[in-house]
């Protein structure tokens, strides 16, 4: 069963980047699709981004599109999101998500594997 743990979550001011960090243990990395989701106060959690489990494919919300990059690094058993141009309402708590599939998956509830969450803070 792989396990998945996040890193670089912080605080930024709007129009900075920050570059979370997912990184996979205990299964075969190249065998997962891998997805980020964020979940800000008081809201549902939310589908952000996807990666294929080749990495050939991707999927954005509409929201991030443009200001963010999703890619996987299979040497190191790492994903990365990148966002740029970040906004107020970036504000999250970013999960990192794995699922044995193809596919870029962007439904929250097809993950299995799910990391403890890093914070995001944009300050206007």
């Known amino acids: 069963q792989v396990q998945v743990a996040e890193s670089g979550g912080g605080l930024v001011q709007a129009g900075g980047s920050l570059r979370l960090s997912c990184a996979a243990f205990g299964g075969t990395f190249s065998r997962y699709a891998m997805g980020w989701f964020r979940q800000a106060p008081g809201k549902e959690r939310e589908f952000v981004a996807a990666?294929?489990?080749?990495?050939?494919?991707?999927n954005y919300a509409d929201s991030v599109k443009g200001r963010f990059t999703i890619s996987r690094d299979s040497a190191k058993n790492t994903v990365h999101l990148q966002m740029n141009s970040l906004k107020p309402e970036d504000t999250a708590v970013y999960y990192c998500a794995a699922k044995n599939t193809i596919a870029a998956v962007t439904t929250r509830f097809e993950y299995d594997h799910w990391g403890q969450g890093t914070q995001v803070t944009v300050s206007s």
């Open positions: 990666i294929s489990w080749t990495g050939g494919s991707t």
